[in-house]
T-cell receptor
């Protein structure tokens, strides 16, 4: 099936640890994104990548890092510098942006819950 | 991206049409209106998008006012499974990859 796969679904992190959330897409999309969602809140953009080997900070990039070595993969590392990492993390991809006429429809994975213990 | 304004919550009776409004008074000419919905603890699901004309697909209809400053998402026959948070966003595509999601509207469909 085509789509976006995030793993793991649930992850627990100890204080001071780095953890990496996986995101893989087989939609052949150029752009990929990471969002964070806190309970009862909207989505906030952490990082996004328009093409392989390129990425930009979103609105809340501090304490996070990403890489984009392959088109289909965009892992997110939550570092120990992120002081309040407990949240729901959403990965997304799109084939818009730069392609002109049809806007930029993005598609989301099912999310990963990260809890600090 | 232009900002959008949505009511925080709405109720709808099962089987009736659900009409969700969105204001985007600062929308620019090349920005599309998108609607997504999110069921609790799942990723947002794309519903529909449009630029100027009204649009319809198997999930919903999108009505955009002539001045494009507001739009309405219509679920023609709401079911209990349509209970979700609905997000209205605007985006131009082009070189703008950043999509800004607000808090959306929590639609509760009642039996």
């Amino acid at each position: 099936d085509g789509g976006i796969t995030q793993s793991p679904k649930y992850l627990f992190r100890k204080e001071g640890q780095n953890v990496t959330l996986s995101c893989e897409q087989n939609l052949n999309h150029d752009a990929m994104y990471w969002y964070r969602q806190d309970p009862g809140q909207g989505l906030r953009l952490i990082y996004y990548s328009q093409i392989v080997n390129d990425f930009q900070k979103g609105d809340i990039a501090e304490g996070y890092s990403v890489s984009r070595e392959k088109k289909e993969s965009f892992p997110l590392t939550v570092t120990s510098a992120q002081k309040n990492p407990t949240a729901f993390y959403l990965c997304a991809s799109s084939n818009g942006g730069g392609r002109g006429l049809s806007g930029n429809t993005i598609y989301f994975g099912e999310g990963s819950w990260l809890t600090v213990v | 991206d232009a900002k959008t304004t949505q009511p925080p919550s709405m109720d709808c009776a099962e089987g009736r049409a659900a009409n969700l409004p969105c204001n985007h008074s600062t929308i620019s000419g090349n920005e599309y209106v998108y609607w997504y919905r999110q069921i609790h603890s799942q990723g947002p699901q794309y519903i529909i998008h449009g630029l100027k004309n009204n649009e319809t697909n198997e999930m919903a209809s999108l009505i955009i006012t002539e001045d494009r400053k507001s739009s309405t998402l219509i679920l023609p026959h709401a079911t209990l499974r349509d209970t979700a948070v609905y997000y209205c966003i605007v985006n131009s595509g082009g070189s703008n990859y950043k999509l800004t999601f607000g808090k959306g509207t929590l639609l509760t469909v009642n039996p």
